[in-house]
């Protein structure tokens, strides 16, 4: 449990980091190739700055795996920017939230596991409370449907990818892993920055190298959770607790106002969180 908690910790603080980041970020590519620069840096560190290629059995597994994950990172920024250009930001937040349903599915259709009934009205309430938390009166029409649902696979596929190798790949290699997943999503990124010829100021290198060690960590940690707890109490847990956290943040640190309905949302998590942790 404790890994669980220390990931939806660092979970938020990515969230956090990056709402102040946004009166002083010009180019959110940029900060987030220095972002994948220090996740990929503690990576290596926690390799025991080893071989790229270590002499372990399933190191093949793990390069694929690893590598797979850090196009699916870089895919969902990517899917997030120009699904708010054509479906808004309230259908993509949505969406790329409810990317747990794909975790989900992986996690029961190819790895046999099996939620209670407690849990899966849990899960249920988790999803409805996410969908609550996003809705918009009057806000919501659809501008391209394949781009939500390209963003949902991209989005719960990364996380997804944490319970695939947990499953296939060996747990001495977790941190190169991690390792070639952030590698990979760092060089697409800075091949995505020189296409788009954006310029890394001050402010991307500072607020990304602070992104980089929550958003690090939050990956390592959740790791840690699939290998201690069912991955069908890990993700909704993770998802719902990370937002429950950055909305009690936002309410007394930012000193933003909610409406009723998102504190109906913040009700609905609560107890989805109890229903899952019976």
């Known amino acids: 449990m404790l890994n669980l908690l220390l990931a939806i910790v660092s979970s938020a603080l990515v969230s956090i980091t990056m709402r102040l980041s946004e009166t002083r970020i010009k180019n959110n590519v940029a900060m987030l190739a220095v972002n994948y620069i220090m996740c990929a840096f503690l990576a290596w560190v926690y390799t025991g700055f080893g071989s790229l290629w270590p002499r372990e059995p399933g190191s093949q597994t793990m390069t694929v795996l690893g590598s797979i994950n850090g196009v699916l990172y870089l895919a969902g920024f990517v899917l ?37 009934v407690w849990q899966w009205a849990g899960f249920a309430l988790a999803v409805a409370a996410i969908v609550l938390m996003n809705y918009r009166p009057g806000e919501g029409k659809a501008g391209s449907m394949a781009g939500l649902i390209l963003l949902l696979l991209a989005g719960g596929g990364g996380d997804a990818m944490s319970k695939v190798f947990e499953e296939l790949g060996n747990p001495a290699l977790s941190d190169h892993f991690l390792l070639y997943t952030f590698l990979v999503a760092l060089l697409l990124c800075l091949m995505l920055v020189g296409i788009r010829k954006q310029p890394v100021g001050k ?54 106002r909610l409406e009723k309905r998102q504190w109906m949302a913040l009700v609905m998590i609560l107890v989805a969180l109890v229903l899952l942790n019976i």
């Open 203 to 256: 402010w991307e290198r500072i607020f990304g190298l602070l992104i980089g060690i929550p958003n690090f960590f939050s990956a390592k940690f959740l790791l840690g959770a699939l290998n201690d707890l069912a991955a069908v109490i890990v993700y909704p847990v993770y998802s719902v607790a990370t937002i429950l956290t950055v909305t009690v943040t936002g309410v007394l640190v930012f000193r933003e």
């Open 80 to 116: 997030l920017q120009r699904s708010i250009r054509t479906n808004g930001v309230v259908l993509s937040s949505t969406f790329i939230k409810l990317g747990l349903l794909v975790a989900m599915v992986v996690s029961v259709v190819f790895f046999g596991e099996r939620p209670e």
